[in-house]
């Protein structure tokens, strides 16, 4: 940006209206008598109107029916009882890590690009993923809805990667 | 912070087992939920299967609710954090079956919801690229800015509301916007400035 008066971020925050009454009155009376910032505002207000636009789902009450009829199937079972199952899935877990992890050591290397040797960075990456999957998917297999979802919600406690385990540290349950 | 969260009164009564207020909440939620999976994820399919374990997590947890937070915070930090795990997913099972394709296979999906409104043929067109273009650069995003500019613009929450969901101070989305919205508009560009007619769905009003 050319113009020195404004910051971007006072721009992007006057095209979406979220400037304090005070600033946006400064703001806004520069923007009209500068062409270039005038400019900016309408390029930033008709890109996010696009991104405000873009497509959507829309799930009808077919959709809706089949939610109601899960969450009645699946009734939420007593907090206690999970606190108690929760050392056991932890161990599955890691059991299951170890296990995965082998395999994909083994198995990556070749179906990577060229056959070359993971970098370090690639290997972090699976093996954060495979925390996910070795959780999810083999849990689900031991069909304890509870300890799936434990270990979802675990996910996202311990994050698997640091990443987002700083962007959503929190559990939904609240703590 | 709830004081004027509409939708507390409807966990309250789903806390206390009223069947008909989780269904409220769902139907509520479900476009929402369902698109912003959407956007993660690329797969219509897919997308709903997340809205419904959304949902299942919030009936499940029902009972321990604490309006400490916006419904909605909590709803749509759980969508993501639902998408980014099964984004994941699916990255570990490329890397355990190459011939797998490379992302994007399940893109066809998104015709069958386009907005069925008429359009002019050459409109159709440029507007059918230009989504694709900005489909790219939204993927592109580093995760956070993707995240933050997805809350904000396409599900439209307030910067605080978005602060609130992704459990980052207010500076901080700002900033993250700032980043987002400079990388979108400049990958748009050439789209913008074309024939200034290019983008009809924006605002015209003067500062
Ligand atoms: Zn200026």
New interface residues.
Partial sequence: MKCKQTSIEQLVAHADGELDAREEETVARHVASCAACAREVDLLRRSGALVAGMTRLTPGAAFTRRVVAAARRAPAPPRGALRRLWPAAAAAAAVLLAAVAARVWLTAPSSADAGALLTAREEREIAADLYVLSNLDALRGAEAEELISLVEDLDILEGTEPEVSGLFPDDEDGG | MTANDPDTDLMLRCARGD?SA??EI??RY??RI??LA??YLGS?AD??DV??EV???V????????P??KLST?IH??T???S??LL??R??RR????EMPAGGADREA?AD???PTAKRPHEALLEAE??AV??EI?ERLP??QR?A??L???Q?L??EDTAAT???SLPAV??L??RA??N??EA??PY?TAGRSG?G???DD??
């Fill in positions: 069947e989780f269904e769902v139907r479900q476009g369902a698109s959407f956007r219509a997308a709903e809205a419904q949902f299942l997590r009936h499940r947890a029902r009972e321990t609710y604490e400490t937070a909590w930090r759980i993501v954090n639902a980014l795990n994941r997913r990255r570990v890397h355990l079956n190459a998104d919801f386009e907005d230009l989504a900005l489909r939204i995760e956070r995240t500019i997805l904000n613009k396409y439209g307030s910067y992704l459990g980052l700002k900033s916007l700032t919205r400079v979108i508009k748009l560009l913008l983008a769905t924006a605002e003067d500062a």
